[in-house]
């Protein structure tokens, strides 16, 4: 019955970034409701002036934040940042990675380990080495085959638990999309007691109804209609290290019943982030939309992390 279709899949045919454009927030958004029945002129100056107002306090209660903070400093930690880049995209790595220098907890201590097929090239060989000397943080690589567009971000999981052991050498795991930049400081409101997870900006306004969980009950990623609270971006994520490994070995284990089963999740990596999150809620640092924000996207949180745009189907290609 066309009723029960998932509002929350593309239409057949649909790209997946048109459907995204369809469900963007609007740039202000429609609230409060009695402003429908209003002068468009006049209500256009209220939603901006309740959107300026919104933005504001987040502001404020940000400083707030951070001001608390740096009285009741956290021990400094050891940190590592997890990345993934293969192929073509390597070259996001650089300038992530100078971001995260100037960004990336500052006051703790935090190195990279970089997954790529790419670990004998030049262009890794130079990471390492002009990062040893004058940069923050320290390039280590791990060695991971390729395979085109979604198995490498889906596979991350399989990838951190092989590195289970040099994770759990550090208090804290952070995973960043490498086509990602830290804009502004992302502190120690990011160390939880447990996992840590960012409210997608497409979704943090959304209804259940509109989430892109995975839908179909074969997928270990199923979240059944009723069931999830928030929606969460697969673009950063992580926690203590214990924690994470954990959601990664869960995670990865989920991915491979899948694909035994030749199921991808719909949001890939990111949907069995979000059932693992639904089965475990206990203990999760919830980060605002701000930490994984698109580019030109505007919500009423300052953007921490942007996710840049790009050409997906240049950087998606093989050639
Ligand atoms: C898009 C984003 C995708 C995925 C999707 C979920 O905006 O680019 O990576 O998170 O939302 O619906
Ligand atoms: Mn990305």
């Known amino acids: 019955m066309p009723e029960d279709k998932p509002v929350n899949v593309p239409k057949k045919g649909e790209s997946a970034e048109s459907f995204h454009k369809s469900l963007r927030p609007q740039a202000i958004p429609d609230f409060p409701p009695w402003l429908s029945g209003v002068q468009p002129q006049f209500s256009q100056i209220v939603k901006r002036v309740i959107y300026a107002l919104n933005r504001l306090v987040r502001q404020a209660w940000r400083m707030g ?6 009285r009741n400093p956290v021990k400094s930690k050891r940190v590592v940042l997890l990345v993934v880049a293969t192929n ?3 070259r996001f790595v650089e300038p992530l990675l100078a971001s995260a220098d100037r960004y990336f907890l500052p ?7 970089l997954f790529t097929n790419l670990d004998d090239s030049m262009e890794c060989r130079k990471l390492v080495e002009e990062r040893a000397g004058r940069a923050r943080g320290k390039v280590r690589l791990k060695h991971v085959g390729h395979s085109p567009w979604p198995m490498m971000t889906l596979l ?3 990838f951190f638990t092989q590195a289970a052991t040099a994770i759990l050498g550090y208090d804290y795991a952070f995973y960043s999309d490498c086509d990602m930049r830290f804009v502004a400081e992302v502190g120690d409101e990011i160390l939880g007691e447990g996992l840590t997870a960012v409210r997608h900006c497409v979704f943090h306004d959304k209804g259940r109804a509109l989430f892109t969980y995975e839908t179909r009950p074969e997928s270990r990623a199923y979240i059944p209609p009723s069931e999830g609270l928030h929606y969460f971006a697969g673009g950063f994520q992580g926690g203590r290290s214990a924690d994470y490994v954990q959601a990664a070995a869960e995670c990865s284990k989920q991915i491979d019943d899948d694909l035994s089963r030749e199921i991808t999740a719909i949001w890939h990596d990111e949907s069995h982030w979000n059932a693992f999150l639904w089965r475990h809620p206990h203990g999760l ?5 701000g930490y994984c924000m698109g580019e030109r996207m505007r919500t009423p949180y300052p953007s921490m992390i ?14």
Request: aromatic letters at 10%; a positive charge; glycine letters at 2%.
């Open 107 to 113: 006051g703790h201590s935090y190195e990279v380990l």
């Open 88 to 90: 073509k995209y390597l």
């Open 65 to 70: 934040t951070k001001a608390f903070a740096r």
């Open 156 to 158: 991350r999981y399989r």
């Open 306 to 319: 942007l996710a840049l745009d790009k050409d997906h189907s240049e950087i998606r290609s093989e050639s």
């Open 285 to 289: 640092t919830m980060l605002d939309p």
